[in-house]
Nanobody
Framework: QVQLVESGGGLVQAGGSLRLSCTAS???????MGWFRQAPGKERDFVAA????????YYADSVKGRFTISRDNAKSTVYLQMNSLKPEDTAVYYC??????????????WGQGTQVTVSS
């Protein structure tokens, strides 16, 4: 069984940065990992995903050039570095994992979510 726990959310001003972390329990070494986000009243949207060794990544167009996904398998942790944050990045961010594919990335396992709020 895979369990995912996110941390690192918070309140930040527009233009600022945050780094989210997602720590996994269970055998996730070879899993594809990623992030989604859900703003109030909207659907959950894909943000970024990474393969098992970090050699392949892909991003939603809305975050390209501002967000970076990475992972440290020794710590069973995936990160989302978010720079140049905008108010429209405000959402609950969810970590997800699957053992099947990077693209398209979907979640078989989910974390509980962490709130990111960007003030203007």
């Amino acid at each position: 069984q895979v369990q995912l726990v996110e941390s690192g959310g918070g309140l930040v001003q527009a233009g600022g940065s945050l780094r989210l972390s997602c720590t996994a329990s269970g055998r996730t070494f070879s899993y594809y990992m990623g992030w989604f986000r859900q703003a109030p009243g909207k659907e959950r949207d894909f943000v970024a995903a990474i393969n098992w060794n970090g050699g392949r990544t892909y991003y939603a167009d809305s975050v390209k050039g501002r967000f970076t996904i990475s992972r440290d398998n020794a710590k069973s942790t995936v990160y989302l570095q978010m720079n140049s944050l905008k108010p429209e990045d405000t959402a609950v961010y969810y970590c997800a994992a699957n053992s099947r594919s990077l693209y398209p990335f979907t979640g078989d396992y989910w974390g509980q979510g962490t709130q990111v709020t960007v003030s203007s």
